[in-house]
Structure formats: C-alpha cells, structure tokens
C-alpha cells in the first residue's frame, strides 16, 4: 500500500526556517517525480515545488523561490522540503504528492505549518 | 491570486449533468497535454479525477469526464449524486516548467 507521511510542521515565527520531511513507502520512490503542494486554510492548491527521479532537477513558484529547497534521498524514500526566511503568507498544510496531475498520483494526509509571532 | 480562472460554484439535483470550466492562456492549459482536475471533500487530501485532460485514473466513475478546447478546460460531472459534493480544482502544467491551480468550484447537490 502505498503512503506518503509528512511530519516536522509546527508554529515558526516570521523569518524563521523548517524542513518538511516526507517518509514513502508501498512503491518504487526512486522512478517517480515528487512534489510539494500547499493549501491555506480555506484556500485553494497551490503546487509548491516538484524534484526528478534522481534529484538533478527541481522546479519551483515564483513565491518561494529562494527561499524552498526540495530535495530527496531515494536510498532512505524520503523527500524534503526545506524553507528558509518564513512568511506569514506560507501559513498552510503542506501535501507531499508522488506523480502530481498523472497517472500514479497519490497524496500524503498533510501537515500544518504556521507562520506567527 | 489563482493563474487559472475557474466559478466560485456550481449547482445543480440529483441526477442532472454539470460542467466547470476552467480558463487559462496560451501558456498553460492552451498548449499544454498536462490538464487536470481534483475532487476535494472537507477535511480531506485532494483526490485526482481527470489527468492528461481526459483521461480517468483508475477506479474514478465514469460519471466524471473532462475535455479541453483552446485555452479553456472543463470538467462534466454527469448523474450528480450527493456524494459529489465537495469542491473541485484545476490545474495545468505551463511553459515555464511550473505547474498553475484554479481557485477551485464548489459543487452543491440541491
């Protein structure tokens, strides 16, 4: 079966940093793009950040470019998410998402990151 | 502000036939083969209905079908059942390697 566990959300205050990891398990993490896709509270998607197979090409919204990072290690099934100089506006439920918009698409449960004083 | 133009919402009874629409530009849903479409229920992950435009995965009802024409999407839901309800989103990959989402249509069963 396959899952998608996010863990490492939390209160961060305004400039502050946190790294999402994404523990998969139930398929081969290692052929499969990966991707980061938020959602405020009561708000629509925004898809975040997407990664390669291998790790060699990441790509990213505007709004957090220079500030996210997505990176993978296939030899643990982990993907991360690391973000840097928090803004209340990235306030949201980050999803972990194996194959976003194609056939294998498959989502994690989320997890909660707030960004307050 | 949502790259992707989608209605706030869309009604309609049991057993009819609804559509949303979803608008974009030549630089995403007009040129682009990855168009696709999530069901939302509350409190819930987003579960992915159409891919490739018009394509289901695996196990979704034939009820839900989605087409494109130029640079607008649309997804039909046909035999509106109460489970139905929920909100729904499009989205498109674009020509700056980056992918643009909808501001999501709620569906209402009356």
């Known amino acids: 079966e396959v899952q998608l566990v996010e863990s490492g959300g939390g209160l961060v205050q305004p400039g502050g940093s946190l790294r999402l990891p994404c523990a998969a398990s139930?398929?081969?993490?290692?052929?499969?793009?990966m991707h980061w896709v938020r959602q405020a509270p009561g708000k629509e998607l925004v898809w975040v950040a997407r990664?390669?197979?291998?790790?060699?090409?990441?790509s990213y919204v505007d709004s957090v470019k220079g500030r996210f990072t997505i990176s993978r290690d296939n030899a643990k099934n982990m993907l991360y998410l690391q973000m840097n100089n928090l803004r209340a506006e990235d306030t949201a439920l980050y999803y972990c998402v194996m194959d976003y918009g194609a056939y294998s698409d498959y989502w994690g449960q989320g997890i909660l990151v707030t960004v307050s004083s | 502000q949502s790259a992707l133009t989608q209605p706030a919402s869309v009604s309609g009874s049991p057993g009819q036939s609804i559509t949303i629409s979803c608008s974009g530009t030549s630089s995403d849903i007009g040129t682009q083969v990855h168009v696709s479409w999530y069901q939302q229920h509350p409190g819930k992950a987003p579960k992915l209905i159409i891919y490739d435009a018009n394509t289901r995965p695996p196990g979704v009802s034939s009820r839900f079908s989605g087409s494109k024409s130029g640079n607008t999407a649309s997804l039909t839901i046909s035999g509106l059942q109460a489970e139905d309800e929920a909100d729904y989103y499009c989205s498109s990959y674009t020509t700056s390697s980056v992918y643009v989402c909808g501001p999501g249509t709620k569906v209402t069963v009356l």
């Open positions: 139930g398929f081969t993490f290692s052929v499969y793009w």
């Open positions: 990664i390669n197979p291998d790790g060699t090409y990441t």
